[in-house]
């Protein structure tokens, strides 16, 4: 089963207005969602070559593969594993934004599909996040680190403050455990103080446009996918840009269709190396690399009203949106479902039988050619 982990909230000494006092606590965490918010730390891709896509279909569940090991979640505690300081450092920054993010989320009661990354300034320092509540503009900082003293995190935060018109402009250090330090977990929240009466219009279709394209830069085919993002960048509307019918699979959990693309471990591009590298015959390169990297299989899809809804411009249905959130997580299985309507599912040696109907061992070793005909510049 998945432990939940419980962050406690501790309010720097910058953070003591009523916007944040006894709102928030503490906040859970579970892997599956911590895993589901570190993807949401990549930008939008502009645009998609078919050899990026090769590389994005292995994305998410190469971050859990390399990943998982480095990260550890228990009762009170977020470790860092990582003994290589490059490594130390992304997860800690993996461990701030999905803390950050998940009490932001808490604090202004908002769904995270509503949030957007902040577009790089042409000078000055900006903020991380930010999110229309209420009519005011808040922005937000997610910062992690193993380090014992963060003054100068704290800092860089508060000094982020000018020449915006954010009504709160706040930040999280997430002070997790690394090899060197031992302590419990906790999510530091530091205050840049409000300026009060500025109200602001939201435009959470606009976000919500961008925050799924991160998540259609994995599971939809390039062609449709740059459609998709070219319209979105000239704020057009979609124009069913999403083709709904050049999705790979149709996943249905709880009575609703969830279209999306599978994945395997054996697809890694570093497992793919292991398998050119082998000079058997193909049935047996293909046995040798199961036994070695085990059957482990995932669907990541997008619940289809959300996607009829984007294409039909359907901003009322968008706004009011919320699925309800699923934790089914066992030995071999876990189905995580979020109240943004993206659904995960992980499965381990066939545990999942629907799974397995639609990605079968036969299109595994059909990926599995297709990449061994890219390496050798064959197109397809």
């Not at 229309?132 to 900082?141: D, M, R, T, W």
Request: hydrophobic residues 35%; charged residues 30%.
């Amino acid at each position: 089963m998945s432990i939940k982990t419980i962050v406690p909230v501790k309010l720097h000494k910058s953070a003591k207005r009523k916007e944040f006092e006894g709102k928030v606590t503490a906040i859970e965490l579970d892997k599956p969602e911590f895993f589901k918010f570190a993807v949401y730390v990549r930008e939008v891709k502009k645009h998609i070559k078919e050899s990026d896509f090769d590389y994005l279909q292995s994305f998410v569940p190469s971050m859990e593969f390399y990943y998982d090991d480095l990260i550890e979640l228990t009762a009170d505690k977020i470790i860092n594993l990582s003994t290589d300081d490059r490594n130390q450092q992304f997860v800690s920054e993996l461990a701030g934004v999905a803390v950050g993010l998940k009490y932001s989320t808490m604090l202004l009661n908002i769904e995270l599909n509503k949030f957007a990354k902040t577009g790089v300034p042409v000078e000055g320092k900006y903020m991380d996040y930010n999110v229309v509540s209420a009519g005011k503009l808040y922005e937000l900082e997610a910062k992690g680190t193993t380090q014992p003293y963060f003054t100068k995190m704290v800092n860089d935060i508060i000094a982020k403050k000018k020449k915006s018109e954010a009504f709160l402009k706040f930040g999280t250090i997430a002070a997790i455990e690394g090899h060197r330090h031992s302590r419990t977990v906790e999510c530091v929240v530091v205050d840049d103080p409000p300026v009060e009466g500025q109200l602001v219009d939201a435009d959470y279709f606009r976000n919500q446009l961008n925050y799924y394209a991160v998540f259609l830069g994995f599971i939809l085919d390039s062609k449709y996918y740059n459609r998709y993002v070219s319209r979105m960048v000239r704020k057009a509307s979609p124009r069913r840009s999403i083709a709904e019918g050049k999705f790979f699979a149709r996943y249905e959990f709880n009575g609703r269709i969830y279209l999306g693309e599978c994945f395997d471990y054996r697809l890694i591009r570093r497992n793919v190396e292991l398998f050119l590298e082998n000079r058997q015959l193909d049935k047996e390169r293909f046995e040798m690399l199961t036994q070695s990297v085990g059957r482990t299989k995932f669907f990541i899809g997008l619940d289809e009203a959300v996607i009829s809804a984007i294409n039909t411009n359907n901003r009322e249905f968008m706004e009011n949106y919320r699925s309800e959130r699923i934790l089914n997580d066992g030995d071999g299985l876990y189905k995580f479902l979020d109240t943004d309507g993206i659904l995960i599912v992980k499965s381990k040696d066939g545990w999942d039988k629907q799974l397995e109907q639609i990605f079968t061992e036969e299109e595994v070793k059909k990926r599995l050619g297709l990449y061994e005909q890219y390496v050798r510049g064959v197109a397809h």
